[in-house]
């Protein structure tokens, strides 16, 4: 059961990076979504959906390999 809601709580940035991508193409091809009332606006709210969703990700990502110890060794904890 945690792994089903781990996927879905992976599933909410992947769908808002998408959402992002979809925006700024739209304002690329000079298409206004209704919400945002000029294509700048638009463009740069994708912008943030994309690198809030991407970074997600990578923090995910990152985190994981850093407790499998997959890492870098300047990225793991030292302990003195």
Not at 8 to 20: E, M, N, T
Not at 26 to 53: E, K, N
Not at 59 to 80: E, N
Request: aromatic letters at 16%; a positive charge.
């Amino acid at each position: 059961m945690g792994r089903v809601i781990a996927l879905i709580l992976l599933l909410i940035p992947i769908i808002a990076s998408g959402y992002g991508i979809k925006l700024m193409r739209d304002a690329f091809f000079t298409t206004i979504i209704s919400p945002y009332p000029s294509l700048w606006i638009q463009f740069f709210a994708g912008v943030i959906f994309f690198l809030l969703g991407l970074a997600f990700i990578a923090g995910f990502i990152f985190h994981r390999d850093k407790k499998r110890g997959k890492v870098a060794a300047k990225f793991l904890k030292r302990t003195k």
